[in-house]
């Protein structure tokens, strides 16, 4: 898991990298506030 502030960025854009990769292969987007709260729970101690 991240630890620094930058490494919690580098993550997130790789997430967004893959998900952009994904939807432009026909994956199904997920439920955009579903994902905001999990990811706003995981790096809570962060923010």
Known sequence: ???T????KLDLY???A???NEIKNGAELLDGKQVFLELRKKYQ???
């Open 45 to 47: 101690d962060f923010i």
């Open 5 to 8: 502030k930058e490494e919690i």
């Open 1 to 3: 898991m991240p630890q």
């Open 18 to 20: 893959e998900a952009e």
């Open 14 to 16: 790789q997430k967004l």
